[in-house]
C-alpha cells in the first residue's frame, strides 16, 4: 500500500498513524522512485482537523502515493480552526496558482441555506474554479460544493427541502461499466445531511452531465460530466462512524426540532449503537477515482508542464 505524503507535524498525522493509515513526510517521500499524484484539498467545513482526517483516512488506503496541499479561502475568517493551524498547514489560491495538480478535492460548507451568490467566498470560489480549468486535471466536489459546482459551471440551481435529509441511504448504479464504481456492489450506502438538492430532471436535461447513481430516498447521489473530469457527489461518503451522531445530539441539546437521523442507529434508536454501513463504498469511490480517473489519464509530466 502506497502512503499520503503529509505535513510531518499535521495533527491528522498521528491519528492517522494509530489507524494503521499509511503516512509519509515529504523528507522520506524524496528518496522515492516514482512521482506521487499532487493532489488539493479545498477544505470549506469548519472543523478542517475533522475534515482533513476523515479525507486522509480514504486517500491514504489506496494503492498509490499522493502528496496533499489544503487551501483554504482567503476571502472568509475561520471561527473553528485556529489561525496558527492555516498559518502552518494551509495555503489561499494566491499561494498556489502558479502550480499544477493532478486532482482536487472540494470539500461541503455549511452555508447550503443561503443563495451561491450571498455566500461571503462565492467570488473566490468561483476563480478557483476557472482557474482549476488548466492547472488541475481532475476534482471531486463534496455535498455543498456539488450543488454549487453544477450551479456555478452549467447554472443548475438547488432547491430547498421540506425537511432535511439526514441520514444513511441506500444508493443504486445506474452506468454499470464505470470505473468508478468497479467492486462495488449493486446496491450500497451513503451518509446524507442536507437541506437541499439539486433535482434529478435538471441534470437529465443538461447534455453535457450524467447520472451515475441515485438513492430513492435521498435522490442524486453522484453526476459526472462527459468527459469525466468533473465528479459532483451529493452527499458525504466520507463521514467518520460518528459524524452524524455528533450533529444530531449537537442539535438535540440545544432543543433544535431535529429527526434521529435515517438508518443510522441501530434500530433506529439514538441510545443504541451506530450501525456503520458506507465505509467499504467510500474507500472504493476514492481509490477507483484516483486509480481510474486519475492515475492513469494524467501525463506523467503534467505537474511539470505550463
Same mark, same amino acid.
Given at each position: 500500500?502506497?502512503?499520503?505524503?503529509?505535513?510531518?507535524?499535521?495533527?491528522?498525522?498521528?491519528?492517522?498513524?494509530?489507524?494503521?493509515?499509511?503516512?509519509?513526510?515529504?523528507?522520506?517521500?524524496?528518496?522515492?522512485?516514482?512521482?506521487?499524484?499532487?493532489?488539493?484539498?479545498?477544505?470549506?467545513?469548519?472543523?478542517? =482537523?475533522?475534515? =482533513?482526517?476523515?479525507?486522509?483516512?480514504?486517500?491514504?488506503?489506496?494503492?498509490?502515493?499522493?502528496?496533499?496541499?489544503?487551501?483554504?479561502?482567503?476571502?472568509?475568517?475561520?471561527?473553528?480552526?485556529?489561525?496558527?493551524?492555516?498559518?502552518?498547514?494551509?495555503?489561499?489560491?494566491?499561494?498556489?496558482?502558479?502550480?499544477?495538480?493532478?486532482?482536487?478535492?472540494?470539500?461541503?460548507?455549511?452555508?447550503?441555506?443561503?443563495? /451561491?451568490?450571498?455566500?461571503?467566498?462565492?467570488?473566490?470560489?468561483? +476563480?478557483?474554479?476557472?482557474?482549476?480549468?488548466?492547472?488541475?486535471?481532475?476534482?471531486?466536489?463534496?455535498?455543498?460544493?456539488?450543488?454549487?459546482?453544477?450551479?456555478?459551471?452549467?447554472?443548475?440551481?438547488?432547491?430547498?427541502?421540506? =425537511?432535511?435529509? !439526514?441520514?444513511? !441511504?441506500?444508493?443504486?448504479?445506474?452506468?454499470?461499466?464505470?470505473?468508478? /464504481?468497479?467492486?462495488?456492489?449493486?446496491?450500497?450506502?451513503?451518509?446524507?445531511?442536507?437541506?437541499? =438538492?439539486?433535482?434529478?430532471?435538471?441534470?437529465?436535461?443538461?447534455?453535457?452531465? +450524467?447520472?451515475?447513481?441515485?438513492?430513492?430516498?435521498?435522490?442524486?447521489?453522484?453526476?459526472?460530466?462527459?468527459?469525466?473530469?468533473? /465528479? /459532483?457527489?451529493?452527499?458525504?461518503?466520507?463521514?467518520?462512524?460518528?459524524?452524524?451522531?455528533?450533529?444530531?445530539?449537537?442539535?438535540?441539546?440545544?432543543?433544535?426540532?431535529?429527526?434521529?437521523?435515517?438508518?443510522?442507529?441501530?434500530?433506529? +434508536?439514538?441510545?443504541?449503537?451506530?450501525?456503520?454501513?458506507?465505509?467499504?463504498?467510500?474507500?472504493?469511490?476514492?481509490?477507483?477515482?484516483?486509480?481510474?480517473?486519475?492515475?492513469?489519464?494524467?501525463?506523467?509530466?503534467?505537474?511539470?508542464?505550463?
Amino acid at each position: 500500500m502506497s502512503p499520503v505524503v503529509i505535513p510531518k507535524h499535521l495533527p491528522a498525522n498521528q491519528i492517522l498513524r494509530s489507524e494503521n493509515i499509511f503516512v509519509m513526510n515529504r523528507e522520506r517521500a524524496l528518496h522515492q522512485d516514482i512521482r506521487p499524484l499532487h493532489i488539493l484539498i479545498v477544505n470549506l467545513m469548519p472543523l478542517k =482537523e475533522v475534515t =482533513e482526517a476523515q479525507l486522509l483516512r480514504l486517500l491514504g488506503n489506496t494503492t498509490l502515493q499522493v502528496e496533499i496541499t489544503l487551501l483554504h479561502m482567503a476571502t472568509h475568517a475561520s471561527k473553528n480552526t485556529s489561525r496558527d493551524h492555516l498559518n502552518a498547514f494551509y495555503h489561499t489560491l494566491e499561494d498556489v496558482k502558479t502550480h499544477r495538480y493532478d486532482a482536487m478535492i472540494v470539500t461541503g460548507a455549511p452555508v447550503e441555506t443561503l443563495p /451561491f451568490e450571498a455566500v461571503t467566498y462565492w467570488n473566490e470560489f468561483r +476563480d478557483i474554479m476557472e482557474w482549476a480549468e488548466t492547472n488541475v486535471f481532475s476534482t471531486m466536489y463534496i455535498c455543498w460544493a456539488a450543488q454549487a459546482g453544477l450551479y456555478a459551471r452549467y447554472g443548475i440551481d438547488k432547491h430547498g427541502l421540506d =425537511e432535511k435529509l !439526514f441520514g444513511v !441511504f441506500e444508493h443504486k448504479i445506474h452506468v454499470t461499466n464505470e470505473p468508478l /464504481f468497479r467492486g462495488f456492489d449493486d446496491r450500497f450506502h451513503a451518509p446524507h445531511s442536507r437541506h437541499t =438538492e439539486v433535482n434529478t430532471e435538471d441534470i437529465q436535461n443538461h447534455e453535457d452531465l +450524467d447520472i451515475l447513481a441515485t438513492s430513492k430516498d435521498a435522490g442524486l447521489y453522484i453526476v459526472a460530466d462527459k468527459a469525466r473530469k468533473h /465528479f /459532483f457527489v451529493t452527499g458525504h461518503p466520507e463521514y467518520d462512524r460518528d459524524t452524524l451522531a455528533r450533529e444530531f445530539f449537537r442539535d438535540r441539546d440545544k432543543g433544535m426540532n431535529i429527526d434521529v437521523p435515517s438508518s443510522y442507529f441501530e434500530d433506529d +434508536d439514538p441510545d443504541h449503537p451506530i450501525r456503520m454501513s458506507w465505509k467499504g463504498h467510500a474507500h472504493l469511490l476514492f481509490s477507483n477515482w484516483l486509480n481510474y480517473y486519475v492515475y492513469q489519464l494524467t501525463d506523467y509530466d503534467f505537474i511539470e508542464k505550463k
